[in-house]
Each structure stands twice: as C-alpha cells, then as structure tokens.
C-alpha cells in the first residue's frame, strides 16, 4: 500500500466515498473552515497568512484524496510554496505591523457587509443542497494512465490554446510587476568603492567600532571601551543605551588629567609599549574638521 | 459520505472568502479571501471531475491555478507601488481620484 | 541507445507490504536520518578542520567522534530564553514546521531495489507514486515557512532580515531547482523514483544531462542555506539571522532540520543524477549485477550521499558568501535562463525520440557533437580579431593623495619622484667622496657604509 492508495479511496458503486476518506473529511473540513475564518477575525496579517497557508495545504490533500495527486501536489508548490510566500514576502517588505484601521470610513458598511455574506452563504449552501446530482463516476478510468498523463493529454491536447494563452498571461504579468515596481534611479549609483571614498575622504571612522568594555579590564555592554590612551570610546557603548542614559559614565575609566600613561601602576597597563611621539588620538580620529 | 460534502465545504469556503473582500479593509487581507475564494472554486471543480469521471474539471482548475498565480504577481506589485507613494495598505487610502 | 519508455507509473512493488513492513520502514527513516546527522556534526567539523590545518574535535571518544552527543547534551540543557518580543505560537511552531518537513523527504528515496525483509518482499523504500518529485518539491517549499515564521514571529530585526532574505532566495533558487528537475522528468518519462532510478540503468543522467546535473547542485547549497549561499543566517552581517532569537531545544530543532535538509538534497542528488542505489560502473558489471541485487545497492546509495556532503564541507571550506545583489544577479541571470534554454534543448530531442519511434539518436547526436568539437577547435585556430588599438594615452603623473588618503602604487605606476631626491643624491655623492677616502685608510668598513646607506 503506498502513500497515496491509502489517501485516495475508489468510489463505491453508489457514488459514495471510503470510510476512510469520510474520516479525512470531517477531520480536515473543520479545521479548514477554521482557518478561514481566521482570514475574517484575526488582527495580525502573518497569522492571517499562516492560516490561509494552513487552509491551502488541506485543500491540497483533500484534492489528493479525490484522485487529483498532480494538482494536489501543484497546489503546494504553486499555493503554499510561491503565492503565499509571496504574500509573506510582501508583508515584511511594506511592514508586518501594518494593522487594519479601526475607523469606519463607509457608515453601515459593516453590517451591509455581513449580511450580503451570509446571503451569499445561505442561496449557495442551498443550490448546492438542492440540487440532484448525478451518481458518481470516479476517475479510476480517467487516471488509467497515472493522473499527471491524464490531465497533461488533456492540457495540450484540447486544451493547448488555452495553455499557449495562460502561458503569454504569466509573462505579460511577470513584466507588469517588474515594470509597476520599477524605479528609476534619479542619480549615480553609489557603489562600495564610492561609498569607501566619501567615508575616508569625510573622515568618518574607518574601522568597525569598538566593542563595549571587553577589551580592557572591563566585560560589561555598557562600559565604553579603552583606546590605546587609556581614553573612553564613547561610542562603542550601544547607541540606546546611550539614548536611554544606562551607559557606565566614560569619565570614571578615563585617565586622570596629566596622568602619563608611564606612570600608571603595573598592574593597570593598558597598552605596554606606547609611543610618546605619536600624535594625540584626537588628530588620529579627523573628525574635527566638521 | 457523498460528493456533496465537498461542495458545501467548497461554498463555505468561498463564503468566507467574498466575506473577508466585503469586510477587511488591509489590501493584503483583501486579496487573501480573493485567493480563498479560487481555492473553493478549485476545489468544486475537482469533485466535479471526480462526479463525472472526466478530467477536465482538474484541467479547469490548473487554468485558475496559472491564472491566480498571474494575479497575484500583479496586485501584489500594485500594493507595493501604492504603499510606496501613501506609507499605508489600506484599501480606504486610495481615494484620490474621487475629490 | 533507444531507452524504452517507462511508464509513468512507480517501477517499485509495494503490493505486498503490510502496517509492521510501513511502520519499520518508517522507523528506519528516522533512525537513519538522526544517526547520520550525528555523523555529519562530526564529519564537518573533523573536515572543516582539516581543511583549515587545526585539529578539530578530538577531545571526546576516538578521533572526537563523540563530539555530537556532547554537543546535543549541551543543547538539551541549556536555559530555553521565549522573547518577550516574541509572537508565542508562531514562535514555537517555526521550529516544529522546519523539522516535520525535513523528515518527509526520505519517504519517497529509493534505498535500493525489492529485498526480502521476513519473508516478505519488498522495495527499500517507503512510497512512490506518480508525482514523487512533484512531492519532493512541496515539501522542500513547506519547510521553507519554519525559516519565514520563525524570522519573523522573533519580534527582532536581524532575525527578520534573514526572514526576508529566505522568502526571496526561496523563490529565486527554487526555479533553477525545478529546472533541473524538470529535464530530469522528460528524459526519465516518469516523476516516480523508482521509475527514475530504473531510467538509469545504462547512463546515470549526471552524465547525459550534465549541464542539469550542475545546476541542482548549485541551486541544492542555495536551498540548504549553506555556504556561499548562507545569506539568512549570515553570521558576519546578520548575528545567526532567522535563528538569533532561539535557544536551547528549540534553536536545536532548527539546527537539525538544516542538517536533515543537506541530507535530503543529496539523496534527491543521488536519485535523480547519480543513478540512485545502482553501483558505479565497475563494480555494476561484476558477476552479472551482483552489486545490484539484495542489500548491497544501500551500501552505494550511502556512499553516494556522503560524497555529496562531503561536497558540501568542501564549499563551506573554500568558497566565501556573496553579496545579496550578487547572490541575486546568478540565480535570475544565469541560473534561471541556462535552466531554460538546457530544458528547451532536452525537450526537442525526446520529441524527436519519441516522434520518429525507432531512429538511432547515437548518429545524429554523435555528430552534433562532432561539429560543435570540430567548431570549438577552429575557433583555436581562428586568428583573433583585431580588437581596436587602445588610444596610448600618456600616463597621468601618479598622485598618490588623490582620494586624500595615501594609497601605494598599482602595477604599471610609479611614484613620482621624491622632492628629496636632489637631497638624498648630494649626500651619496658626499659619501662617497668620503668612503674612498676611508676605503683607502680601512677597507673592513665597507660594509658598515653599505647599510647606512639602505637607511
């Protein structure tokens, strides 16, 4: 017994189903129809995509059970693998905590809403009910050949128009997207060499900041690190410790006034061998033309 | 169990789908009960095909798969170039050509 | 040559398994998979290590084979931090999505042909059906959301950049994957496994559809998120990416499925391009297919999956991480249309195949790539065109404070000559007039004048 024989059950001869997959339905359609109402209640975008996710990757085991395994699997790939994924994608790229205002713009609209729903629920359920159909086939017949040949004779057989069509859609859309997405740069682009330059030539910082305290005798995030001078780089300290004030104050580490660096005890050298005739590190950092 | 259970899992489905469309007003929510909407389409067809022991209902459905997948491309993009220029998803927020 | 047309039904047998061969079959996956990634924990790092001369673990049991379980005790024990930030249930399922669907992709990997297992005769394998790869595919597209949610559920931003950078490398490399897949499935005229493996029999297609065989390889490290393509959890921009925010089991359940994931792109490797269980030719010849039959072809297909991680190792051990436009720039540019075009190529000559039923291909393609050798060899030949004389334009004075930084001269620059020049040629000219002078009176200083000199 494969996977798939024990998903999909023939029909009975009177059109009904497997026991088996009567239990897959009344498992799965719940659950289904609770993620989709998700769709309607929940305040978080993502949670609404995870749901629909949820409810798409149901649909396609229920499209397995119904002997549909090219779809099924077609709908993950397609469905959950790239249009949800899209949407996701989307989501973090125009920001997650986008929430739905709560303000009603439309007077009414809410309850004229509502109750065009459920109408549209309560005449579709009804036609549905309502109506006879025939007894079922079942497509063991169809699915002779394994299901993908079958529906692919059908695809580009009768149907290599509408294939040919759905084909010039995609790239007509794949251009569209690109072409509504598209900017045009107003300037130059800044590339890494550019950047580098205008770095230097600003005399910003050109290493990588300094770690907070580690380096020295301190290891705590909010003790500023020590340059070579026994000085306090004040911006190694993270820049919201700083906004919020929790920063160790430079001042306590720094060396005291006329203090030689020569003449700190033993046991406190910072940097052994330091050479009197480099220039001050203010000169060093260049930051004063500013 | 028969086929029609399906389909009223199908009609639910979509209910909620038209629903959401009609109620939320996050663009991106907007859409997901346009895609909720195909996908129980897709799914009647598929009992369909399996009533009628054809498949073409299951061709039906791959042609709304392709096409879906198409739309999205597109009204995803649509929503980004909008929430570029207004800072917002809203489907309320586009009203400019209305004043 | 003409292979015959499979059909596009599984070649594999199941008829005769029962729940107990399902169930031992299915623990035997698992079983498989969490002792080969204990291995694998130490396989890369003994590897790595070797590759960049230091010892590697050797501390615990013989050659440090004992690493991974002290690794996983570790991990096991450690405090389990929920961030504050955090959006609970997502938070958790991340992690449980990432696993679960690393698992399901051995179910359809062929092990080997239909052996006996307790008198029962049955094919080393879970399923197969008729959209095997279809399947492999859905999941591999499923476990990527444990990355996406997980990325963002942390409530942080790197995290979430790595998130962003999944969906995008998701969507991206998942193509070329299909790509390559998809020659794979015409050639082979069946998406089940068995039947694939079976195709295989006279020519594995990592030979006949070489250029395929490249491109799942690339797009395989890409899916993995390893090395050169680890962009959502690199470490140098990104902290640990998607994975920052978790510790303890949950960070190991991710750590786990990204190891179970290298595992499943080889053996999805091994399956489609390199002939699944058969054994290599040599040995496939001995004694009629010997080496094809009974337990044996488990044997290859280990080793065929360990020489793709090894593969892997070896490219983290020499290949940098690109950057994210560059990354992006050879999955669509390159990647992509190759993917194409080859898929195009494949498709016309099984048409022709399969059109006029009974043609030898071997002569027409022989010649083909006769003419195409014949070509790439005059073009050796060929003299090369003239390319339009450079303008010789004189070479600007080399200003070394041009970017107003001192920067050494490139190849072909020379630094202009030094204002001290004139300086620097009167005091020799005064030194030598001094050395022979001294050079007369004690010639042992030469030397000493020497070094002065080069100061």
């Known amino acids: ?290 | 169990m028969s086929l029609t259970n399906y389909l009223v899992l199908a009609t639910i489905l979509f209910t909620i789908g038209a629903t959401t469309v009609l109620l939320r007003r996050n663009g991106i929510i907007v859409f997901m009960g346009v895609e909720l909407m195909l996908n129980a389409t897709n799914l009647a067809l598929i009992t369909f095909s399996r009533m009628h022991g054809n498949l073409e209902g299951q061709v039906f459905a791959f042609f709304v798969m392709v096409v879906a997948a198409a739309e999205v491309v597109i009204g995803l993009a649509i929503i980004v170039s909008i929430f570029r220029t207004r800072r917002s998803a809203s489907v309320d927020d586009v009203n400019l050509l209305r004043n | 040559m003409m292979l015959p047309l499979l059909s596009p039904m599984p070649v594999a047998d199941f008829s005769q398994d029962n729940g107990w061969i399902w169930l031992l079959k299915a623990v035997g996956i698992i079983v498989f998979l969490l002792v080969s990634v204990l291995f694998a924990l130490w396989f890369e790092r003994r590897l790595v290590a070797r590759m960049q001369l230091r010892p590697g673990p050797n501390w615990h049991g013989p050659f440090g084979s004992l690493q991974s379980f002290a690794d996983a005790g570790k991990l096991l024990f450690k405090e389990d931090v929920t961030v504050k930030a955090a959006d609970k249930v997502i938070y958790i399922l991340a992690p449980m999505i990432s696993v679960t669907c690393s698992l399901l992709i051995y179910a359809v990997i062929p092990f080997g042909p239909a052996v006996n297992m307790f008198g029962i005769t049955t094919p080393l394998q879970l399923t197969d059906f008729s959209g095997s790869v279809l399947y492999i595919l859905g999941v591999t597209a499923l476990g990527v959301y444990g990355i996406v949610l997980g990325g963002w559920s942390s409530g942080s931003t790197y995290p979430l950049l790595g998130a962003v950078r999944s969906t995008a490398q998701i969507i991206s490399y998942e193509l070329s994957m299909s790509l390559a897949l998809v020659a794979v499935i015409i050639m082979s005229g069946s998406m089940a496994t068995s039947s694939i493996v079976e195709a295989q029999a006279s020519f594995w297609w990592a030979v006949t559809l070489f250029p395929a065989f490249i491109l799942y390889v690339i797009s395989m490290v890409g899916e993995t998120n390893r090395l050169p393509f680890d962009l959502p959890e690199a470490e140098g921009e990104l902290v640990s990416g998607f994975m920052t925010e978790y510790s303890s089991m949950k960070f190991a359940w991710f750590f786990l499925a990204e190891y179970i994931n290298m595992l499943n792109v080889s053996a999805v490797a091994t399956t489609l391009f390199l002939g699944g269980w058969r054994a290599p030719w040599p040995l496939s010849a001995i004694n009629d297919g010997m080496f094809n039959t009974g337990w044996w072809p488990f044997l290859w297909f280990v080793v065929k999956v360990w020489m793709f991680m090894f593969l892997f190792v070896w490219i983290r051990g020499s290949l940098l991480r690109f950057r994210y436009d560059q990354f992006m720039k050879f999955g669509w540019k390159v990647l992509i249309p190759i993917g194409l075009a080859f898929v195009v190529c494949v498709a016309t000559i099984q048409v022709l195949r399969v059109e006029l039923d009974g043609l030898d291909l071997r002569t027409p393609l022989m010649i083909a790539a006769g003419v195409v050798l014949v070509i790439a060899i005059a073009t050796l030949f060929l003299p090369e065109r003239k390319q339009p004389a450079p303008e010789v334009t004189e070479p600007e004075p080399f200003d070394a404070f041009a970017d107003g930084y001192p920067v050494p001269p490139l190849p072909g620059q020379s630094l202009p000559p030094s204002p001290r020049a004139g300086r620097r040629a009167a005091a020799a000219k005064e030194q030598g007039a001094a050395t022979a002078v001294l050079l007369e009176a004690a010639p042992d200083a030469d030397v000493d004048e020497k070094e002065s000199d080069d100061d």
């Open chain 1, 1 to 290: 017994m494969t996977l798939a024989s024990a998903l999909h059950a023939t029909l009975t001869e009177a059109g009904t189903t497997s026991s088996g997959e009567a239990v897959l339905f009344w498992v799965l359609a719940p659950l289904m129809v609770l993620g989709a109402l998700g769709l309607m209640v929940s305040r978080r975008t993502v949670h609404v995509a995870v749901a629909i996710a949820g409810v798409m990757v149901g649909l396609a085991v229920l499209y397995i059970a119904q002997e549909a395994y090219f779809l099924g699997f077609v709908q993950v790939v397609v469905y959950t693998g790239a249009i949800m994924m899209l949407f996701l994608f989307v989501l973090m790229l125009v920001g997650v905590d986008a929430s739905d205002s709560l303000v009603e713009t439309l007077s009414g609209q809410r309850w004229i809403g509502e109750l065009a729903g459920i109408g549209i629920g309560v005449v579709l359920i009804s036609v549905v009910v309502r109506a006879s159909f025939p007894t079922a086939v079942g497509l063991d017949a169809a699915n002779a050949d394994s299901n993908p040949v079958g529906v692919s004779r059908l695809v580009f057989g009768n149907f290599v128009l509408a294939f040919e069509a759905t084909g010039a859609l995609l790239v007509t859309a794949a251009l569209g997207a690109l072409i509504l997405t598209h900017r045009r740069r107003l300037g130059r682009k800044i590339g890494q060499r550019e950047l580098a330059d205008a770095r230097v030539a600003k005399g910003a910082r050109l290493t990588p900041l300094a770690a907070p305290g580690v380096y020295a005798r301190h290891n705590a995030m909010d003790v500023p690190a020590l340059d070579p001078y026994g000085e306090p780089i004040e911006e190694s300290v993270s820049r919201v410790l700083r906004i919020r004030g929790q920063e160790a104050a430079a001042a306590a580490f720094a060396l005291e006034e006329g203090a030689e660096a020569e003449n700190v005890p033993e046991d406190q050298w910072l940097h052994t061998t330091q050479d009197p005739e480099l220039p001050e590190p203010g000169n060093q950092e260049g930051g004063e033309e500013k």
